[in-house]
């Protein structure tokens, strides 16, 4: 069964850091490109980032570019994503989302954690 | 890049059918075949229902199709049922590797 597992979410204030897990089960990781989607409270989807199969190709979304990077460390099953300068409209829950492409970039996501929640607040 | 636009409800009689709207543009909808649809029930992920316009996911009930017209795709949901009700949201890829999504569509069943 395949299974995606966030950590890291909590509280923050502006302009601080935070470090989101996602540890995937049940399918051979380094053959998927994933993805970063939030969603603010009560609000629609936000693609956030991607991350090609093997870590090389990275891309993110104009609102985080510069201070979000994704990465990932195949050898032990972990996708990361480094979020700075934070900003009250970064408050959101962040999902880890598998590629349905496999290798090649299809942009729909078949698997969703279950989400881990960040929040931006003084 | 703009969100797609959605209606932001929608709503049918158990059985019926129903069909939910995505309209972009040139750059996105209408210039790439990778238009998916999500739905989310509350406090829940998203599950994805259509990809690639009209491809189902398995599991996926055949009673849930996705079709594309130029800037608009759609998602049909026929034979509608109780636990159909949801937010469903559509997506498409918009070029230089960035993905947009529309704003949602509260489906209520009646």
């Known amino acids: 069964e395949v299974q995606l597992v966030e950590s890291g979410g909590g509280w923050v204030q502006p302009g601080g850091s935070l470090r989101l897990s996602c540890a995937p089960s049940?399918?051979?990781?380094?053959?998927?490109?994933m993805h970063w989607v939030r969603q603010a409270p009560g609000k629609g989807l936000e693609f956030v980032s991607s991350?090609?199969?093997?870590?090389?190709?990275?891309y993110y979304a104009n609102s985080v570019k510069g201070r979000f990077t994704i990465s990932r460390d195949n050898s032990k099953n972990i996708l990361y994503l480094q979020m700075g300068s934070l900003r009250a409209e970064d408050m959101s829950v962040y999902y880890c989302?598998?590629?349905?492409?496999?290798?090649?970039?299809?942009?729909?996501?078949?698997?969703w954690g279950q989400g881990t929640l960040v929040t931006v607040s003084s | 890049q703009s969100a797609l636009t959605q209606p932001p409800s929608a709503s049918g009689s158990p059985g019926q059918s129903v069909t939910i709207s995505c309209t972009g543009t040139s750059s996105d909808v209408g210039d790439y075949n990778l238009v998916s649809w999500y739905q989310q029930h509350p406090g829940k992920a998203p599950k994805l229902m259509i990809y690639?316009?009209?491809k189902r996911p398995s599991g996926v009930p055949d009673r849930f199709s996705g079709s594309k017209s130029g800037n608009t795709a759609s998602l049909t949901v026929s034979g509608l049922q109780a636990e159909d009700e949801a937010d469903y949201y559509c997506?498409?890829?918009?070029?230089?590797?960035?993905?947009?999504f529309g704003g949602g569509t509260k489906l209520t069943v009646l």
């Open positions: 690639e316009v009209s």
């Open positions: 991350i090609s199969s093997n870590g090389v190709t990275t």
């Open positions: 049940g399918f051979t990781f380094n053959t998927y490109a």
């Open positions: 997506s498409s890829y918009a070029g230089s590797n960035s993905v947009i």
């Open positions: 989302v598998r590629d349905i492409g496999g290798l090649r970039w299809s942009f729909a996501f078949d698997y």
